[in-house]
C-alpha cells in the first residue's frame, strides 16, 4: 500500500487531532480533518479515504453510529482510538464492524503499525482463493488441502481446530472476538461460557507454538479475543498485543 494513502481523522479534540496529523504526515500519508460525526460521515462520502481514525467521544453522536452507517455500504478500514478501556467497549465495537481499536494514550509507532496493517488488509483481495496458503514464520496452512505445516513437518489438528485456525489466519493481524469465534465456528446458540474455545486454543498452541507462554503465531487480546500474526510480507511488528492465555 503505497504511503500517499488518503486518512480521514474523525476526532473532536484538537491537540489529539493535530498530534496524529503531523505523525501521519510525516510518513507522507493524505490527511483529512473532521471534528464531528456528520463532518466525519460527509467526507467519508464524498472524498473516499482509504481509512478512517475515529474517536467515539464525538459531540454530536457516539462514534458507534458511525461505524454502524458506514458498514451498511462499505468496508472501509475503521480504527478506533478511544480513551474508554472498558473491554466490553472494545468487543463491542470490533463487533459492530472496527477493524482494530487503540486504546489512548498510544505511542506514535504502535498507531502507525495498526494502520500499515489494515491498510495491507484493504489492499488484497479476500481469503480464502483457491489454493490460497497462510504463511508467517515456519508456519503454512494451505487452505484448499486443509494442510497445516511447521517447519516443513506436518501438524495434526482436529476439525474444530483447524476451523478456529483458518479462521484467525483469514484475519492474520486483525483481532477477532471471543463471540465471533464461537457464532462462526459452533454457531450462533452456542452457550456463551467460552471454555470450549480456550481448552481447543491451548490444543493448538501446544501443536504450533515453541512455548505456548510466549507465542509467535496467535496472540491474546485479553478479554476480547485472539489476532493471529501477519504473515511473512508484513511483520514489522508481530507482538503488539499480549501473550499466551
Known amino acids: 500500500m503505497s504511503s500517499k494513502a488518503h486518512i480521514l481523522i474523525i476526532e473532536d479534540e484538537k491537540s489529539i487531532c493535530n498530534f496524529i496529523k503531523a505523525a501521519l504526515q510525516v510518513q507522507e500519508y493524505r490527511v483529512s480533518v473532521a471534528h464531528t460525526a456528520a463532518e466525519g460521515l460527509s467526507v467519508i462520502t464524498s472524498r473516499c479515504p482509504d481509512l478512517v481514525l475515529l474517536d467515539l467521544g464525538l459531540p454530536d453522536r457516539d ?3 458511525v461505524i454502524r452507517q ?7 478500514p475503521v480504527l478506533v482510538i478511544s480513551a474508554r478501556t472498558q473491554e466490553t467497549e472494545k468487543v463491542r465495537m470490533l463487533d459492530l464492524g472496527a477493524d482494530d481499536y487503540i486504546t489512548k ?3 506514535t509507532e504502535e498507531l502507525l503499525a495498526r494502520i500499515r496493517t489494515a491498510l495491507r488488509h484493504s489492499s488484497q483481495p479476500l481469503r480464502p482463493g483457491s489454493g490460497s ?6 508456519l503454512c496452512i494451505d487452505f484448499y488441502r486443509r494442510v497445516v505445516t511447521l517447519e516443513g513437518r506436518e501438524i495434526h489438528l482436529t476439525a474444530v481446530e483447524y476451523k478456529l485456525l483458518s479462521l484467525l489466519a483469514r484475519s492474520a ?4 472476538t ?9 454457531g450462533p446458540y452456542m452457550e456463551e461460557n467460552n471454555r470450549i474455545l480456550r481448552v481447543n486454543m491451548a490444543n493448538i498452541r501446544r501443536k504450533i507454538e515453541k512455548n505456548p507462554a510466549e507465542p ?3 496472540f491474546t487480546e485479553i478479554g476480547i479475543g485472539y489476532r493471529m500474526r501477519e504473515e511473512a510480507s508484513g ?3 508481530p507482538g503488539l498485543s499480549g501473550g499466551g492465555q
Request: charged share 20%.
Open 235 to 237: 511483520e514489522e511488528n
Open 63 to 65: 462514534g458507534s453510529q
Open 178 to 186: 471471543h463471540d465471533a469465534i464461537m457464532t462462526q465456528v459452533w
Open 70 to 76: 458506514v458498514r451498511q455500504w462499505s468496508s472501509l
Open 216 to 218: 509467535q503465531y496467535i
Open 133 to 138: 496458503c497462510y504463511r508467517a514464520g515456519d
Open 105 to 107: 494514550p498510544f505511542g
Open 173 to 176: 493481524g486483525r483481532v477477532v
